[in-house]
């Protein structure tokens, strides 16, 4: 659910938005290569195919999402540009996953641990809006 404000009401646009996004999460796995890649400095070398983590994962989160836009009123609808930031509020793995995770590949081979994980991401969006419906005005 996003709040948004626009700034002018002209041909161009601009908006800012807030909001709260719910993240649903199906999967987690270390592809293969990247288990190898991302072990910890002094562990032994991790040859396995990749580690599955769904069963320590959260399926479900929350996160803030903070935003800036511009629509430009085209022929027929808008041009759409905006860029959004969320942050995850909650960390994505189960707390009693930490140090006793399903796969004990990722502790034992890997030296890694499931806490403090959180989602950030960056998304930037283009798009275009075509009218489909205009309402007639009554009079």
Do not use: C
Not at 115 to 126: K, N, V
């Amino acid at each position: 659910m996003f709040a948004q404000y626009q700034f002018l009401d002209g041909k161009v646009r601009p908006y800012a938005l807030a909001g709260v996004v719910p993240q649903l999460y199906t999967s987690a796995s270390y592809p293969p290569g990247d288990a190898t890649k991302n072990s910890i400095e002094g562990s032994p070398e991790v040859t396995s195919n990749s580690l599955n983590l769904s069963d320590d994962l959260k399926r479900f989160n929350l996160a803030v999402s903070l935003g800036a836009g511009l629509k430009v009123k085209v022929a027929g609808g808008f041009f759409n540009a905006r860029l959004r930031y969320s942050y995850g509020l909650f960390t994505t793995f189960k707390e009693s996953s930490a140090l006793n995770p399903q796969n004990p590949d990722l502790l034992w081979e890997l030296g890694e641990s499931l806490d403090g994980f959180t989602i950030q991401d960056l998304s930037i969006s283009i798009g275009y809006t075509y009218h489909i419906f205009i309402p007639k005005k009554l009079r």
